[in-house]
């Protein structure tokens, strides 16, 4: 069983930055990917960042060049560093773990609010 907490979030005017943390507790040693997902109202879940495990990285386009995914292994941490936030950038951010099983796992989710 794996077990995602996130933290970071917060309410921050335009232009400002967040850092979001996800800690995996549980076997995640195997993973293949870990990824933040966003959902603001009325509109479907979206990838926002991703890592696999070996490193390759994909951002979704409207966060290119804001956004920053990385991840501490020996803390089981994947971290999402907001620069430059804009107000559609306000959602709800959901840390993922992907398996090869097919199985994942989702944290319970951190609200991000940027006020214009």
């Known amino acids: 069983q794996v077990h995602l907490v996130e933290s970071g979030g917060g309410l921050v005017q335009a232009g400002g930055s967040l850092r979001l943390s996800c800690a995996a507790s549980?076997?995640?040693?195997?993973?293949?990917?870990m990824g933040w997902y966003r959902q603001a109202p009325g509109k479907q879940r979206e990838l926002v960042a991703a890592i696999t495990r070996n490193g390759i990285i994909d951002y979704a386009d409207s966060v290119t060049g804001r956004f920053t995914i990385s991840r501490d292994n020996a803390k089981n941490t994947v971290l999402l560093q907001m620069n430059s936030l804009k107000p559609e950038d306000t959602a709800v951010y959901y840390c993922?773990?992907?398996?090869?099983?097919?199985?994942?796992?989702w944290g319970q989710g951190t609200q991000v609010t940027v006020s214009s």
């Open positions: 549980g076997i995640i040693s195997n993973f293949v990917t």
């Open positions: 993922n773990v992907g398996f090869s099983s097919g199985t994942s796992y």
